[in-house]
């Protein structure tokens, strides 16, 4: 099962639903039941800053927060959800004024642990620009583990979030819940290409079909 699947099915409210993607352990995820023809699965949410994002390796790994609230589903999650191919992501943003923005990408997938879940993306499309450019083919990086390609810092340290940083980023969606204009460089819930990074966005959604 998948929200897909559970859309097919005629379930069409968004909500907290269990799902078993590949015969595992079943999770709980949040389905998005209403945005460009629904059944995704939402990965990540930032609405109010009442989570703290700023973690190890093991949080990220595992996943944390509140699927109700803001949350991160978790890397051997994301894993699952993407290991069979054939996946998409959409990102949805919100700024402070109300502006609404969105970026696709047609191919999205996540590997395994021992790669450090490294992502393939591509085939962007949108209204938010392509925050994900630099990220491609990049491994993720925690405060606790530098995975990026900058040889003299850790990207997740000097940008305080974990990310799929490389030298080190046009996005950071996980980064510090900063409400709007900051003046400290790109350390806030940045998507480079819609705001820049001295705003730090009041909404994020990411999710996969």
């Not at 093991?58 to 699952?80: A, I, P, T, V």
């Not at 900063?178 to 705003?199: C, D, E, Q, R």
């Amino acid at each position: 099962k998948s929200c897909a699947l559970l859309y097919q099915d005629g379930v069409t409210s968004s909500g907290v639903y269990t799902i078993n993607p590949d015969g595992g352990n079943a999770m709980q995820v949040l389905c998005d039941m209403t945005t460009n023809g629904g059944g995704w699965t939402v990965f990540q949410r930032r609405l109010n800053g009442s989570v703290d994002f700023y973690r190890d390796w093991s949080s990220y790994k595992n996943g944390f927060g509140d699927l109700h609230g803001e949350f991160w589903l978790g890397n051997d999650n994301l894993r699952r959800l993407t290991a069979a191919g054939n996946v998409s992501l959409r990102v949805d943003l919100e700024d402070f004024e109300g502006n609404i923005t969105y970026a696709e990408y047609a191919t999205f997938q996540v590997a395994d642990q021992t790669d450090k879940y490294r992502i393939l993306i591509g085939g962007y499309n949108g209204t938010a620009g392509d925050g994900m450019d630099k990220q491609s083919d990049m491994q993720f990086s925690t405060r606790d583990s530098d995975n990026d390609i900058q040889p003299d810092v850790n990207c997740a340290q000097l940008f305080k979030g974990a990310w799929w940083y490389s030298d080190c980023h046009h996005s950071n969606l996980n980064g510090l819940y900063l409400n709007g204009s900051h003046l400290s460089f790109a350390i806030g819930v940045n998507w480079f290409p819609f705001k820049g990074y001295h705003y730090s966005l009041k909404r994020t959604e990411m999710k996969v079909k």
